[in-house]
């Protein structure tokens, strides 16, 4: 049974349990209400503790004024993003969207959300989000009528219940700070946790060895083929060390296909495994001399005008100086039996032995013609890539990586020197598999300093702790802040453009009444509703922009 089954059949067990005992009046005996699939227990216990809390009014006060300010900052900030990101899907093609379960930051739905992670990061930031909203309605002389507690199967949160009537009555400015005080406490919080990740717990992971680390595998490759795992690391290819991944992208072989001995470390156990040597196709450009000859991702090149292939550095000079516009020969090896050996291996496939290369010049004057240069013109062009953008290797069809690449991800998160796309890169973490750092990708590195004496277990814990805090932090606070009713930022939003059309807005005089008649309060509230619920309507649509167009 898999683990999606065992989650749909707690729900289904949750939802029967909250419906018997809603018909058979439980709720009310221990406190407890429905509120859709969450169980709400309500309490008048901790109103003292904001009471005290709420005491320092001076402190809360300018905290309010504060959070005005990072709300708004937060609500620019994504509403900017998303409709960069509405022009962005247009270039999405179908079999990249994303999948919608994924655009949901709620553990258990979301699949990149680790459960137990997701939870602790979800409940820190309701807590925290609820509880500010009560210590600032205080301060505000709004009564907080209850606190709460919602469980979805477990906990997932706590609430805090303000008076609606007061808070409706209450001055402009009080209520304003009484929303944004929620969103901004998470984005203080997703701070607080990024500074302790930054400068305290990353810094204190070392490397275990050097080596070429694996961070990726094409389908079909020789490493997908022989089960070269993702995060294992090479420290040796046929009795050559390997201390860093560049000094993969000049080892040279004897004969394309050859068996290769490779030996890597995977999460800390060392062990030897035989690999085909060879230049391995990563992609293939549509409508070029590799793609119409039917070369696909995974095949090795083995031969190209007479030269055998042997390394991944002599591939594009030997491609480069080809003659192009004449057929050449070449050979290429593809997974199947190998009689010889007795085995599956990588061999001749007899269906491609002649490729017409095109030139540089026309590749970019098709595909990229601003990047053109002249002297492409006697370059001559194939159409496949061999290595991936960025990285030093591709040996065997894998991705080879520093062994610090993780872990630099959370100590040094800005090292890219553009704050907006570093940003990006930390909050997609789990788009690429970094977070939470355990089982192979932990055996890399090792706790030093001040958590050396820790077990490793703990220290880990700790980091993917406070990375997911800071995430689920992040995401909540950024959400809440989205100029959209009944979210906070919608009634922040609100009271703002209220405010500003108040000051602005002309005093009334005898020739306003002949010359203009003053819009009412009335009126302006309507006008209010109408602006507010038209932005909250924008926002739902580039929220479904993202999901519907790609799939187009």
Known sequence: MDGYTIVLIILLAWFVILFLGQKLKFWEKIHAAPYGPFLMFKTVRGRNFIERLARRARFWTLYGRVSIGITIGSMVTLMLLMIWEAFLVLGIPASAAPAPETLIGIPGINPLIPLWYGILGLIVAVVAHEFAHGIVSRVGKIKVQSLGVLLLVVPMGA?????????KAADMSIRTRLYAAGPATNMIIALICLL????????SAQTVHDGAVVTGIASDSPASHFSLSTWSEVINVDGAAITDPSQLRNITFNSPGEEVNVTLI????????????????LSVTGSLPAFNVG???GMIIAELNGTPICNISGFQKTVETAPHDIPINITVLKYGYDATRGKNWFIPDNNITK????TKWRYFF???????????????????TTSYA???????GARFSQPGIVIDAYATPFRGGNLFRDSISLIALPFLGYTPVEGPIASLYEPTGIFASLPADVFWVTLNSLYWIFWINLMVGLTNALPAVPLDGGYVFRDLLKGLVLRTRKPSNGLDKVVEKPMTDEELDKMIRVVSLVISLFVLFLFVWQIIVPRL
Do not use: W
């Open 196 to 203: 302790a990740i930054v400068l305290v717990v990353a810094p």
């Open 355 to 358: 490729i017409t290369l095109t």
């Open 266 to 281: 995977y999460n800390g156990q060392e062990s030897t495994m035989q690999l085909p040597a060879g230049v391995v196709v």
């Open 295 to 297: 070369i696909t991702p």
């Open 159 to 167: 609430f805090v219940e303000p008076d609606e009537d007061e808070i």
């Open 366 to 384: 098709t595909y990229n013609p601003s990047e053109n240069k002249e002297e492409y013109r006697n370059i001559s062009y194939m159409g496949i």
């Open 390 to 396: 960025g990285e030093t290797s591709s040996l065997f």
